[in-house]
Nanobody
């Protein structure tokens, strides 16, 4: 079963940085649209950033100017660079997107999430 796998989460102090990656779980998949979401304890999952097949990007207002989403074509991953982190950025971060393997598309695929904790 195709999944996305997030990595790079961890514990960081406020003002610090983390770099999250999203990759396919196996095989040689091409990533197309990839969105990042996050869910804090007791809150609903919220949109963070997205990159489409044309590499156009979009950000939630609360992360604009601090987070950057991009593709790493060498590693076939999508990266979320998070700078100037705040305690309110603490959440489980998920990627969601569309992948292609050969001529087969896999749409709306979720990862299992990676924990980001920002201490004050």
């Amino acid at each position: 079963q195709v999944q996305l796998v997030e990595s790079g989460g961890g514990l960081v102090q406020a003002g610090g940085s983390l770099r999250l990656s999203c990759a396919a779980s196996s095989g040689t998949f091409t990533l197309y649209r990839i969105d990042w979401y996050r869910q804090a304890p007791g809150k609903q999952r919220e949109f963070v950033a997205k990159i489409n097949s044309l590499d156009q990007t979009q950000y939630a207002d609360v992360v604009k100017g601090r987070f950057t989403i991009s593709r790493d074509d060498v590693k076939n991953t999508v990266v979320l660079e998070m700078n100037s982190l705040k305690p309110e950025d603490t959440a489980v971060y998920y990627c969601n997107g569309d992948l292609r393997y050969g001529i087969t598309w896999y749409r709306n695929i979720w990862g299992q999430g990676t924990q980001v904790t920002v201490s004050s």
